[in-house]
């Protein structure tokens, strides 16, 4: 299914997109990669949705990707006697491992960890960071603090400890187990929620076991700090706002979300921006000037996907959403400043043939008349490669692996085509011209580049390129003269 943009859309499925009608519905308007929220839901209903998706995959005849994200540790305060408290600005309050329900003056936070790691002077944010508590003393097993902003503190609170690294595995024994079971599922990527250092996602490649792709979610001080290491151990990013600007002065969140984004674009690894981009549209069916500008600065970076979470999981117009977010997209990307930023942008150092052969790719489909490139990969490799040059022509990746079609609908630009298995590079280029010719990006009178790694199935030997023309007879002519 060809798309006329070349940003991809991650939509969330929950009870407002269950059903194959609108899973359906939400694949036509645009969505490219489903989101299956672990933090709700049961194993049964997980199950049942990943099911429809592969229907209407199957149905429509396109690679669809499916993204597991995985809940990550919940850090949250006991229960009240009352309910609820009302903190008031300046006075005390101590969080400690006392089972008895709290007061105004105290609650449990039954998380040994934090106590081992906090410090005096240390943050503690509390729902959301509407409530903010300074810690002016601390122990094994309390920490006496002042509320710095007061509020309605209620029962099981979120708590975020946004100044120290945590000595918490990045996953619970519930992440685990959803993390066994989407494996098992047959997901594409798996995100990890509350990442702080890239040993947490070495953790979960171990048990992965290779069934699906890694995608940290970038939402703790700690993980934009160790950033260059978690990149370089996960196979994807999620810039996952919503937590980052709690444990964040907001303003902080701009630069850094465009200072990742082009940090994983030199790396060709996908990048996702997430968490309120069309916030409204939960129970409104047009999204505010300021979340349209949103959604427009994301594609303007040059972000591989943006995302749906509540919109289309619980929202009232899913449909519209995604709607709405692929006419922004079509509008940034038409618009000639696009072109300007992305390819001012461009700061790769090529280091490898495979680097020299797309950036080579990249140029000649621009200063020629070829309408589109064409790209062989078994892994993903290749085609990954050729999306970070972010070329101005589609971007056609053939693969005789479904897993690697499904994955690579999360990164921009790619028109995903599962293919048979081809083992000469003369077969390779025939397969190219028929699918560019099939997918309405070329016609028989016009010319495709064709890069690939020789020998096939060979991941990471992107080492050959070759301009052919779409037409299959004078391509077995030429080879023949």
């Avoid at 929950?14 to 672990?38: H, K, W």
């Avoid at 990471?460 to 003269?481: Q, W």
Wanted: glycine share 6%; proline share 4%.
């Amino acid at each position: 299914m060809k798309r006329h943009r070349n940003v991809k859309i991650v939509a969330t499925l929950g009870p407002a997109s269950s059903t194959y009608e609108v899973i359906r519905a939400l694949v036509e308007t645009g969505a490219d990669v489903f989101r299956l929220n672990m933090s709700h839901g049961a194993h049964d209903e997980i199950r049942a949705r990943h099911a429809i998706i592969r229907k209407v995959e199957e149905d429509l005849d396109t690679p669809i990707g499916i993204l597991a994200d995985l809940q990550g540790p919940k850090l949250r305060v006991g229960t009240f006697a009352n309910g609820e408290e009302e903190l008031v600005e300046g006075a005390s309050f101590r969080l400690d491992l006392d089972e008895a329900e709290g007061d105004a003056t105290r609650v449990r936070l039954p998380h040994k960890e934090i106590f081992d790691a906090l410090e005096p002077g240390a943050s503690l944010l509390v729902n959301d960071g509407k409530i903010r508590l300074k810690v002016r003393d601390c122990g094994a097993d309390y920490a006496d603090c002042e509320v710095v902003v007061g509020g309605t503190i209620s029962n099981r609170k979120g708590v975020n400890v946004p100044d120290v690294v945590l000595p918490l595995a990045a996953l619970s024994e519930k992440d685990r187990k959803d993390l066994e079971f989407v494996c098992e599922l047959g997901v594409d990527w798996l995100a990890l929620s509350f990442v702080q250092r890239a040993a947490d996602v070495e953790e979960a490649r171990e048990l992965c076991q290779g069934r699906a792709a890694i995608l940290s979610k970038i939402e703790k001080p700690a993980a934009v700090k160790a950033f260059d290491e978690i990149l370089a151990a996960s196979d994807g990013i999620m810039v996952a706002r919503g937590d980052l600007g709690v444990e964040l002065p907001v303003q902080n969140v701009p630069p850094i979300q465009k200072r990742l984004v082009r940090r994983c674009r030199a790396a060709a690894k996908p990048v996702i921006v997430a968490t309120q981009m069309l916030e409204s549209m939960i129970e409104s069916p047009m999204p505010t000037r300021a979340e349209v500008s949103d959604v427009a600065t994301a594609i303007y970076e040059g972000a591989d996907a943006i995302m749906l979470s509540a919109e289309s999981a619980a929202g009232q117009y899913p449909i519209q959403a995604v709607a709405t977010m692929d006419n922004v997209a079509h509008e940034v990307e038409t618009d000639s400043t696009y072109r300007d930023i992305i390819e001012s942008s461009r700061k790769v150092a090529h280091n490898s043939v495979a680097d020299g052969i797309v950036a080579a790719a990249r140029e000649i489909a621009e200063t020629t008349n070829v309408k589109a490139i064409c790209c062989f990969s078994q892994s993903g490799t290749t085609a990954s490669l050729v999306a970070r040059e972010r070329p101005r022509v589609p971007i056609l990746a053939l693969t005789s692996i479904r897993g690697t079609a499904r994955r690579l609908c999360l990164t921009w630009g790619t028109n995903c085509v599962v293919t048979g298995e081809v083992d000469r590079f003369k077969m390779a280029v025939v397969a190219a011209a028929n699918c560019a010719r099939a997918q309405g990006l070329a016609t028989a009178d016009d010319l495709i580049v064709v890069t690939a790694g020789v020998p096939f199935n060979t991941p990471g030997t992107t080492n050959i390129l070759r301009v052919a023309p779409c037409d299959e007879r004078l391509i077995f002519s030429a080879d023949n003269e």
